[in-house]
C-alpha cells in the first residue's frame, strides 16, 4: 500500500510517501505496527494522526490492503 504523509510527519519521516506491503488485509493496530518499525519517530505523532483510506478518512476498525492508498493526518490549524 502506499502510504502519504503531510506537514511535519513529512519532516519526522524524511520522505512524502512510503510503501507497506503485506500477505493479508491489516487492522489498524497492524498498520501502525508496520509503519513504526519503518519510521519509529511517528510514535510520539500517533495520537494525534488521523488515518484516511483511499482518501477517506478511515474509522477504526478498518482494514488496509496493498491496493490501498493511505493518508495520515496531522491535526491541522489554520486561520
Request: proline share 8%.
Amino acid at each position: 500500500m502506499r502510504v502519504l504523509f503531510f506537514a511535519q510527519l513529512k519532516d519526522v519521516t524524511g520522505c512524502d510517501s512510503a510503501e507497506i506491503t503485506s500477505v493479508s488485509p491489516l487492522t489498524a493496530e497492524r498498520f501502525w505496527a508496520e509503519l513504526l518499525k519503518k519510521f519509529p519517530k511517528l510514535a510520539a505523532h500517533r495520537p494525534s494522526v488521523r488515518l484516511a483510506k483511499n482518501c477517506e478518512y478511515a474509522a477504526p476498525d478498518a482494514t488496509f490492503a496493498n491496493a490501498d492508498e493511505v493518508a495520515l493526518i496531522p491535526p491541522v490549524s489554520g486561520g
